[in-house]
């Protein structure tokens, strides 16, 4: 057990090249079609869940003619379960910021944003003292690209690209209709790329190491390495930087304590995966993506319990504009509840599962989208939790 | 030309342009997508969910109000997961919606309503969430009733007040199963900066947002034999009210509308336009006024530009919005107010009538004219000058409550005194109408000529929605009194909606425009537009309103004001003279500076 038997990677927390800001300072040499071709080659995909080939993006936002562009890096880490981008903002502040700049420079953008969460505030002063040395060593390069902090205010909601945009512009914190997609209409409606903090460090580690290198981790669909966050019945929690593309049954042998019962991947937006299907799932794009966070849970833990809390979370965290979201996340909790009382009976888990179906296909943003993952795949795992 | 895109829906091909939304190109084929969030005067939210297609080699459902066409695009509007998701969504609004639609004013009339009757949501499939809300209803406003309980959260008012009238009283509040549309701090109606213009009560789906409704208080006043029940009617409403009664748009059914209040009741019945027309002479009067203290005596405490007063909804925007240009705005009352006013002093006196007994009643194309009947200034007849006011709609409602056939009533005339109208009054209706009525009459005042325009159509000054119109009217060879306007540039602005309103008043603040005479609307169209008119409402039916309102004009035997035989006669009779001492008691009034928050 005590025995290591998942490789540890350690691209991203790594130490800083030997001179400051080398790789930022090599790569603005670099024309932009070679770093894009080398984003392309790495198969780098965004690491904030969603999994959008980031080359592809970039290539889209470089693309659209526009004399005002942005670069966005979204640090508004909400998800229950992750608190990987708190720790990278924490440690290598530096690569996030140069990976930031190369994205400026390949699109042609002027100004780059973190979009910190509310809850980090506490992370202000040490980024501040950081980003001055960046903006220093970037005025003594002569290359103009000024990265600003604009903090965020605690909705869940904001971390959806479009609602973010809204969120800074002053507005309320509300997902856009798509397309237009943000590397067309973004921030101030002009083109933007947005990513992850993770992405942007990424970029720089492909920059550093080469494709062929980055490669060398993880599979075909899910190249590279994460920073997994790792919490819930497990005797050594935190962050763990591993390759992708692992078998979860892996993962559970050295993380778990033993007796875990069922595996949340990807946060309340991610599923839930029972003991039974621990060696069949693969976490990776070909398998269960995930932003980051794992949630163990051993058998002394009510998955009813767990699902009341995230449907608890999402009926607060929605916008509440779009219908299937803001009535459907009352709907599935109100419903699991009249269930276990005994006021509804338990086929009526099939038509909240129906539900939940036509939340994914019908509402407006990823949030809404995104319940039915944790909803369908814990009712379907565990039926008989959610009745006696 | 723009691009051509080529898609197929529901396997029928179609060419539209590009930008196109799927509503719309599947609206070309005559395949009606069910809406409920979309409205064709605001911008597209695609937040309801209600319009949902399949588009194939799509995971999600796009919204078709909301998604643009594109090439090779395979849509489905009615496959068997937009079935399932549409009914979901429905019922879902259902569960948050307070559906005791039988006690409910829109019943019958609801949107919602009539989708859930479409999708057969019979049996309520879901929990009913209604007993947890804690909904509020916000009854203390004597125009517009907000009643949460009702509220699906389509935001269209939210866009109304926002895009169209740049008033902001209603936003969203709270996020998540607390999401509701709200006030600055919930604060009730009456305290906010709402002008009670009821374009949100136009284009609210359910029954969210009302006109506060006076059509028992009417009945009762009409069964009282001890009262004499007077109703005026308003110039937009007489274009309008066939609309709920099975006519198209755009019918004129002055006539019908006149025999229809006589046999509901009423003792007499006449007609705002007459009001209309003294409004044009006591206000053209002051104009001209204002002109000589500026030109000639070189007052500097004139304020100039002179704005219009008629519009209710914009005489609170103003209050709230600009109340250091309050002196700008003519001291004229509306013609509803002279109206009121005159019903319970000139009127009763010729009718020997004590005015304790006289019940005032107007039929207004507006909301907003309810909030004004109820100022405490409105009350210089020593009564309140005018007691009930009731929406187009509310007339439709007692119409149809009395049981009247109303497409075949016969027409009739509306009774004397102070029941004689012009063609200047007429189009008081629409925007521009308060404008080009003006200038008939003032420029025959000060020239003793006709105005140069064909058939007296100054159709400068015709403003559409959508825009400031600017003109200017040359004076010269003018009457001795009045030389000093001779070669005179009368400049003059008309505005409707009062997103329009707020740039020409922050040109004027700023400096930056200059003008004589402004005259603005409170609401799209003008009061063609208004918030008391026939639900629904959009472009074009605005657009047929405004077409009978000047077909209306040019089929009256009269038309300039000051041609009006009863506004002769009472200033003849009791007025003596326009701006005279009676008409400062009667027909002018003040202005109560309010704050924005």
Redesign the interface.
Known sequence: MSESKLKRVDLIFGEYSSVKFKVLADTLKRSNEDILEDLTESGLKGRGGAGFPTAIKWKYAAETPSKEKYVICNADEGEPGTFKDREILTRVPRKVFSGMAICGKVIGAQKGFIYLRGEYQFLMPELKRELEQYNEYMSKMGFDFPIEIVLGSGAYICGEESALFESMEGYRGEPRNKPPFPTTYGYMGKPTVINNVETFVNVVMIMRLGPIQFKLLGTSDSRGSKVFSVSGDTPIPGIYELELGMPLEKFVEEFGDGDTKAVQVGGAAGFCVPRKKFTETVIGFEGVPTGGSMMLFNSSRSMYNVLHNYLEFFEEESCGQCTPCRVGCQQLRKGIVAVKKGDKQSLYLDQLMKLAESMKISAKCGLGQSVANSFSSIVYNFREEMIY | MSKKINLTIDGIQVSVDEGTTILDAASKLNIHIPTLCYHEDLC???????C?VEQENS???P?AC???VAEGMLIHTNSG?VR??RK??VE??L??HNADCTKCYKNGICELQSLASQMLTGDH???D?VPDKRYTIDRFNSAIIKDDSRC??C?RCVRTCEELQSVSALG?A??????KISTFFEHPLFEVVCTNCGQCVNRCPTGALIERNYVDQVWDAIYDTSKHVVVQTAPAVRIALGETLGFAPGKIVTGKMVTALKRLGFDAVLDTDFAADLTIIEEGHELLERLKSALVDKDPRVALPMATSCSPGWVKFLEHTFPELLPNLSTCKSPQQMFGALVKTYYAKKKKLDPKNVVSVSIMPCTAKKFEADRPEMRSSGYKDVDYVLTTRELAIMITQAGLEFEKLPDSHFDSIMGASTGAAVIFGTTGGVMEAAIRTVYELVTGRDVPFEDLNITPVRGTEGEVREATLLITKTKPEFRFLEGVELKCVVANGLAYAKQVMQNVKDGTASYHFIEIMACPGGCLGGGGQPIPTNKEIRAKRKEAIYKEDMGMPLRKSHDNPDVQEIYKDFLVKPLGHKSHELLHTHYTPRKRY
């Open positions: 597209v939210a695609g937040n309801c969910r209600v949902v995971r999600t459902l919204a909301a998604m643009p997961k399932v998701a979901h969504i879902l609004l569960s948050e499939m879901f929990l969430l699906i959260r935001q969203v709270y996020r998540g199963n607390k999401m």
